[in-house]
């Protein structure tokens, strides 16, 4: 398949195509000179190679991401089997990456997308202009997938672009939080300049650390479940149940817990459930489906 003009770099080398299928004719000038110029993968595929053709795509779009400091270049191993051959590969799908004229890393195996961008992102270096447009939104799609090493590295890599990026700063706390690493979590937030220390991604990121924290006093699940059930009016059960049900994942029940408190006794502790389910929809996010139920159901209470 041949690259369209959407596939052509926009500046730079104009005319050399991003995406492109070579030969073993060809591979010269596609792959060894051209590496002269900018990072060049290599993916070695068949097309009985059910996994070929989950990765290929995915290298597309992440070559295509790196706003044309990489170029793709495809080789159909059944058709131009020398080159392969010559590199001893064994095994496809096979990725090598190309820099000023010779292979320097490389994988094999279907790995995400967010894996893929992390290992462009290493080869392209933190002085490589245009080259992480695409970063931020992989090391979020890395982090929210559980991916907290893939995602921490694309984070990283842009704080050494920009040490006052507020989203990586943020992005990378929460890395952190996720992994247990509270102590570096608080100093990664410690990054943000103080104008922009009230930045969203900081305030999610320190919001979340604080309920890490949190929950780390509660007790377990279970036990708490069972005080709240032997005594309803224990609000103090029943909101840290709510901490530990949101250190579970389960934020729909933790969203209920609080809304039950403040059903009971809306001064309870200072407006206490209120100030903490404000909290967690904080660290979620605006757009979690959690904080969208739960703020109509807050709306639904506040003005019923």
């Not at 060894?32 to 070929?52: N, R, T």
């Not at 590295?153 to 006052?164: C, I, R, S, V, Y």
């Not at 103080?194 to 969203?200: H, I, L, S, Y």
């Not at 059903?263 to 209120?274: E, L, Y």
Request: aromatic share 6%.
């Amino acid at each position: 398949m041949t690259s369209t003009d959407d596939d052509l770099i926009g500046g730079g080398s104009a005319g050399q195509d991003l995406i492109k299928d070579t030969s073993t004719d060809a591979f010269m000038a596609d792959v060894i000179e051209a590496s002269k110029e900018a990072v060049v993968l290599v993916d070695f595929w068949a097309p009985w190679c059910g996994p070929c053709k989950q990765l290929t795509p995915v290298l597309e779009a992440s070559v295509k991401a790196a706003g044309g400091a990489a170029r793709l270049v495809k080789l159909n191993i059944d058709e131009h089997p020398a080159i392969p051959g010559q590199m001893g590969i064994q095994s496809i799908p096979a990725v090598f990456a190309f820099k000023d004229g010779k292979p320097v890393d490389g994988f094999t195996g279907a790995i995400t997308e967010s894996q893929i961008k992390s290992f462009i992102s290493k080869l392209l270096g933190p002085d490589a202009g245009g080259a992480d447009d695409g970063l931020l939104d992989a090391a979020n799609d890395a982090l929210e997938a559980g991916d907290f090493a893939s995602a921490a590295e694309l984070f990283a890599g842009l704080l050494q672009k920009d040490g006052t990026h507020v989203e990586a700063i943020g992005g990378l706390a929460k890395c952190y939080v996720k992994a247990g690493e509270l102590e570096r979590a608080e100093e990664t937030l410690a990054l943000a300049p103080p104008d922009k220390a009230d930045a969203a991604a900081v305030s999610a990121a320190r919001a979340m650390l604080d309920l890490a924290r949190k929950s780390g006093d509660t007790g377990d699940i279970e036990s708490l479940r069972a005080a709240v059930a032997a005594d309803g009016s224990d609000l103090q059960a029943r909101f840290d149940l709510a901490i530990a049900l949101n250190a579970a994942g389960e934020r729909d029940g933790a969203v209920d817990e609080l809304m039950a408190i403040m059903a009971t006794d809306r001064a309870w502790n200072d407006d206490g459930a209120r100030t903490q389910l404000l909290q967690l929809f904080e660290a979620w996010g605006p757009g979690d489906p959690a904080t969208v139920a739960g703020r109509q159901k807050l709306s639904s209470l506040l003005f019923s």
